[in-house]
C-alpha cells in the first residue's frame, strides 16, 4: 500500500501470490494449470515447487489485473543452503525465486535486516499502462506489527490451516525509476481444507496502528459457479467463526475480538473497464468488533476490484468453483470507544487498507 503523488486516500496497491496446488488440474481465471506432482526436497532441505506467480497493481485510479500471471517452477531455499551465494553461512534468510528469465522473487536478506521484492509486468499489463520493473524493500515498521505471528486450526481428518504473516512493514523502493514509499501486509498459507465463503480485511494507520476482521463463513454464495458480483444469493451468511485485532499504537496495546460482525451493501461506486462486469456497482462493508473493554464500528468502500477464479474438477465429472475478490478500500467512518473516550476517522492521519470477500468452495 503505497503513498499516492495526487494524495487519494487510498494510495496504489499491489498484491502478489506465490503458489502452488496438490492437484491435477486448476483452472486460474481461465489459464489451465496442470501442477506436476508434490514439491521435490533436497538434502539440504531447499524445495521445488510447479507454480505460479499471480500479482495485480492498482495505480490509484486504474486496476491492472493480471499485472502478473506466469506458470513456473520456483526454488524455494533458505539462506543456510550450500547452493545460497553466501555458501550456506547465513543466518536464517531466504528466498522464494521462479525460474524464469524474469526476476519474480521475494526473500529475506541474510543480515536479516529487510525482505525484497523484484517483479517485471506482463508484456500485456505493461502496454496497458502498468508499471514495467518493481524493486522494493519491506523493513520492520514498528514491534506490534512487524514480528511474524503463526495461527492454525485443524478440523476433522486432519484438515485445516496454518498461516504465518506479518502484520505491517515500511517499504521503499523503486518503480520505473520513480521512487516509492509505504507500508506493506504478507502472508504464508498453507491450506489443507475446502475453503468456505469468507470476509477479510486489513488496515494500516498513519500513527502506526493497525486493524484486520476475519469471518469465514457459510452462505448460498458456497454453490456459486461464476466470478459475477451481486447475485440474488448473497443476502445472509451464518458465521463459522469471528475474529479481529488491534494494535493500538496510541495506548501502546493490542485488542482481541471474538465478536465481530459484516454486512455488505452497495455503494455510488462502480467497476472500472478492466472488470468482467464492468460498470457493476461496488461493496460498501459495515464492521463491528467489540470486546468487553472496546467498541469499534467502521464503514470502509472499495474503489476498485480485482479478482481470481478458480476451478477445479471434482467427482462425478463436475467442477468445483472459487472467486477470491479483493478491494483496495476508502475509510468513510471510524469509531473507536474505550475507557479513555471516543475516537473518529478525523482523528488519524491516512488509513489505507484492502478487503477480501470470497464465494463458492472448492473440493
Known amino acids: 500500500m503505497l503513498d499516492d503523488d495526487e494524495e487519494r486516500p487510498w494510495g496504489q496497491q499491489l498484491m502478489v501470490l506465490w503458489s502452488t496446488k496438490d492437484n491435477d488440474r486448476v483452472e486460474v481465471s481461465g489459464t489451465p494449470w496442470l501442477p506436476r506432482g508434490r514439491p521435490g526436497v533436497d538434502d539440504d532441505k531447499a524445495m521445488i515447487l510447479d507454480g505460479m506467480v499471480c500479482a495485480w497493481w492498482f495505480d490509484g485510479r486504474t486496476m491492472h489485473e493480471p499485472y502478473i500471471k506466469r506458470k513456473s517452477n520456483m526454488i524455494v531455499m533458505d539462506d543456510l543452503h550450500p547452493q545460497w551465494p553466501s555458501k550456506g553461512k547465513g543466518k536464517g534468510g531466504g528466498a522464494v525465486a521462479p525460474l524464469l528469465d524474469d526476476d519474480l522473487s521475494m526473500g529475506l536478506a541474510s543480515d536479516l535486516s529487510h525482505f525484497w521484492l523484484n517483479l517485471k509486468g506482463d508484456e500485456e499489463a505493461v502496454k496497458g499502462g502498468a508499471p514495467q520493473h518493481m524493486q522494493l524493500e519491506l523493513t520492520p515498521w514498528n514491534p506490534a506489527m512487524s514480528i511474524a505471528r503463526p495461527s492454525n486450526a485443524t478440523y476433522a481428518a486432519n484438515m485445516g490451516y496454518d498461516i504465518l504473516r506479518v502484520h505491517g512493514t515500511k517499504v521503499k523502493g523503486v518503480i520505473d525509476e520513480k521512487e516509492v514509499t509505504g507500508t506493506a501486509y504478507f502472508q504464508k498459507v498453507c491450506v489443507q481444507a475446502p475453503s468456505p465463503p469468507w470476509y477479510w480485511g486489513v488496515l494500516h494507520f498513519e500513527d502506526g496502528s493497525y486493524m484486520d476482521w ?128 471516543l475516537r473518529t476517522r478525523s482523528d488519524y492521519g491516512w488509513a489505507r487498507g484492502n478487503a477480501e470477500h470470497a464465494w463458492g468452495i472448492l473440493h
Not at 275 to 293: I, K, Y
Open 214 to 341: 476475519f469471518l469465514p463463513h457459510l452462505s448460498p454464495t458456497m454453490t456459486s459457479r461464476n466470478p459475477r458480483p451481486w447475485k440474488r444469493r448473497d443476502i445472509q451468511h451464518i458465521a463459522l467463526s469471528q475474529g479481529g485485532l488491534f494494535h493500538d499504537a496510541r495506548h501502546q496495546r493490542t485488542e482481541k475480538f471474538a465478536r465481530v460482525t459484516v454486512t455488505k451493501e452497495t455503494s455510488s461506486r462502480r467497476e472500472g473497464q478492466h472488470g468482467q462486469t464492468p460498470g457493476a456497482p461496488l461493496p460498501r462493508f459495515n464492521l463491528h468488533m467489540w470486546n468487553g473493554r472496546t467498541s469499534i464500528k467502521l464503514v470502509v468502500e472499495a474503489v476498485e476490484r480485482a479478482h481470481w477464479h478458480f476451478d477445479q474438477p471434482t467427482r462425478g465429472g463436475l467442477w468445483s468453483h472459487l472467486t477470491y475478490n479483493e478491494y483496495p478500500l476508502e475509510v468513510m467512518r471510524l469509531e473507536i470507544k474505550d475507557e479513555h473516550g
